[in-house]
């Protein structure tokens, strides 16, 4: 994450927290959110979150969560409930201004109401919104308003609340692929897993609840640019169900989704 120095170079006087990730169509049953991301223990008193004209206060006491990356949404109860219970940290916002998966906006002020962040999105420029998938930002460093600055997120839904899948400046190439998306226990699967030359990489399975079920690598990056897995946690089989690969090297991250299959 980059320091507050750097943050103020980068995007003027305001030191974040900068919107990661948006969700402007989930889908039935699931609240919109949007997730920002700063220096953890940030004050928040007195901030808003506004589509540039309905300004929504957070609530009195927020602040950024020790890990930094907080989500905002109408009901958290309901956003925790679709992620199977996972430990979002979450804020309601007094109110919520619906998204427009085709053309919209979320701006994020200060209590002095100075913009920290903004993102302003189309239909002419971005396309079609990624149906059910949220738009990630590929790193802090990115600009906000630049399509090529978002990306569909790789797990159906999104990830709120987690790490992002950034890429630092300068960083060469880390990358995570696994050969196929339905994976079945006891067949071998490849993944592609690939890192500069001596880049230590850790390649972790976590559930939908962000329990980690497995650690299938943590070494330098492998020669051949990928491993096999038998999609097993040790000898045990995992119940079918959809799954995250997370894949960081350094500042960096990735991420993928499998379906684990009955045997």
């Known amino acids: 994450m980059p320091a507050p120095f750097l943050l103020s170079l980068l995007f003027g006087t ?7 990730e948006i969700q402007a169509d989930p889908g039935s049953g699931v609240p919109e959110w949007v997730e920002i991301d700063g220096l953890g223990g ?6 808003t979150l506004d589509d540039g004209s309905t300004f929504r206060a957070l609530p009195d006491r ?28 979450c804020a309601t916002t007094a109110g919520w201004n619906s998204l427009s998966s085709d053309s919209d906006a979320v701006v994020l002020r200060d209590a002095a109401g100075v913009v920290a962040d903004s993102v302003r999105w189309n239909h002419r420029t971005w396309g079609d919104w990624p149906a059910g998938r949220s738009r ?16 569909a997120s790789t797990l159906p839904g999104g990830t709120p609340g987690w790490i992002p899948a950034s890429v630092s400046p300068g960083f060469a190439t880390l990358a995570l692929a696994p050969e196929r998306r339905a994976v079945v226990p006891g067949e071998d699967n490849r993944i592609d897993l690939s890192a500069p030359p001596g ?19 943590n070494s330098t990056a492998p020669p051949e640019g990928w491993i096999s897995w038998d999609a097993r946690a040790g000898t045990r089989n995992l119940p079918p169900g959809l799954y995250v690969l997370l894949a960081r090297s350094g500042a960096d991250s990735r991420k993928a989704w499998v379906a684990v299959e009955k045997p």
């Open 42 to 47: 940030q004050d928040l008193s007195g901030w």
């Open 199 to 217: 880049q230590r990489v850790i390649l972790e399975l976590y559930d939908l609840s962000r329990r980690r079920i497995a650690l299938l690598w």
């Open 14 to 20: 305001s030191v974040g927290p900068l919107f990661t």
């Open 62 to 89: 927020t602040s950024l969560p020790e890990g930094g990356v907080l989500v905002l949404s109408r009901d958290c109860v309901e956003l925790r409930g679709a992620w199977s219970g996972a430990s979002i940290a």
């Open 136 to 151: 990630e930002r590929i790193s802090l460093q990115a600009k906000s308003c630049d399509p090529a600055s978002w990306v």
